[in-house]
């Protein structure tokens, strides 16, 4: 049962212009959410996070929104870059658990120059 | 620092057949994860230690998988045998401690199973 969606597969965007990536959830215990980026042939590299505790988190060009009610997160790029196209995972963790990371399947972006 | 190692990058083998894959993770982390990613799917966690102890191996297909990791610090997940199904790529993390949530991953280990 997959627990962590992402519904797109792809998304391509115009440099400078905004990358809006989506995932959903279904298990109301996840009270920590993360964003990971993966180029080929590397392993998934931590990009941002939020705890449930909040709604937005801002690091530089990129902002990861929650809103619990939806069980939704998104991933804003602003604006965005040909290096940030790369596999984008979210993954969802219940803290009262084992931490362990439920993987969403990944949305690819391509940033077209 | 040095990242989370992996070894071998690629390793193809025959159904059936046996394989070994070897992790060693940054210094200091207490806590390490074994993933398996099929093609197409997000990473799925196999086990997790904490030091030298399993913390979850609820999701390791414990007929054939098997993980060690000896005086807490390098990992090694075996195979044996191996089905085509288990055609993936298998990653390394891990962490300070498991309350450490932005955990760093290995570049992983191809396998293909023919």
């Known amino acids: 049962d997959q627990q962590v969606k992402q519904n797109s597969p792809s998304l391509s965007v115009q440099e400078g212009r905004i990358s809006i990536l989506n995932c959903d959830y279904t298990?109301?215990?996840?009270?920590?959410f993360l964003w990971y980026k993966k180029y080929p042939a590397e392993g998934p590299t931590f990009l941002i996070s939020?705890?449930?505790?909040?709604d937005k988190n801002e690091d530089g060009r990129f902002t990861v929104f929650l809103n619990k009610s939806a069980k939704h997160l998104s991933l804003h790029i602003v604006p965005s870059q040909p290096g940030d196209s790369a596999v984008y995972f979210c993954?969802?963790?219940?803290?009262?658990?084992?931490?362990?990371?439920?993987f969403g399947t990944g949305t690819r972006l391509t940033v077209i120059p | 620092e040095a990242g989370v190692a992996q070894s071998p990058r690629y390793k193809i083998i025959e159904k059936r057949q046996s394989v070994a894959f070897w992790c060693n993770p940054i210094?200091?982390?207490?806590?390490l994860y074994w993933y398996q990613q099929i093609l197409g799917q997000g990473p799925k966690l196999l086990i997790q230690?904490?030091?030298?102890?399993?913390?979850?191996d609820s999701q390791l297909p414990k007929d054939r998988f098997s993980a060690e990791r000896l005086k807490g610090v390098d990992s090694t997940l075996k195979i044996q045998p191996a089905k085509l199904e288990d055609s993936a790529v298998y990653l390394c993390?891990?962490?300070?401690?498991?309350?450490?949530?932005?955990?760093?991953f290995g570049s992983g280990t191809r396998l293909t199973v023919v």
């Open positions: 993390a891990s962490s300070l401690d498991r309350v450490s949530y932005g955990y760093t």
């Open positions: 298990n109301s215990m996840f009270d920590y």
């Open positions: 939020i705890s449930s505790i909040k």
């Open positions: 993954a969802a963790s219940d803290s009262t658990g084992a931490n362990n990371l439920f």
């Open positions: 210094s200091g982390h207490a806590t």
């Open positions: 230690f904490q030091n030298n102890g399993v913390v979850d």
